[in-house]
């Protein structure tokens, strides 16, 4: 004789269904806490980082610098 306590007394047929759903949404959740955490350094990384003499181009283009001072 089966009770409520169990296991999934109630639904004998369709526990293996909850289980599975719960084990997929903890690999997804897994999965996108790795991607997510990966995907910020990359962007980081992907950053150009300018150079002093960059930065020193850009200042005499717009002008902000006179060519005795660059």
Do not use: C, H
């Not at 999934?8 to 996108?32: D, N, R, T």
Request: aromatic share 12%; charged share 20%.
């Amino acid at each position: 004789m089966m009770n409520n306590m169990d296991g999934f007394g109630w639904a004998p047929g369709f526990g293996w269904i909850f289980i599975l759903l719960f084990w997929s949404l903890v690999i997804v959740g897994i999965i996108g806490i790795v991607k997510g955490l990966s995907g910020s350094s990359q962007n980081t990384n992907n950053q150009e980082t300018k150079t002093a003499l960059d930065i020193l181009k850009e200042r005499y283009a717009r002008g902000e610098i006179e060519q005795e001072k660059f």
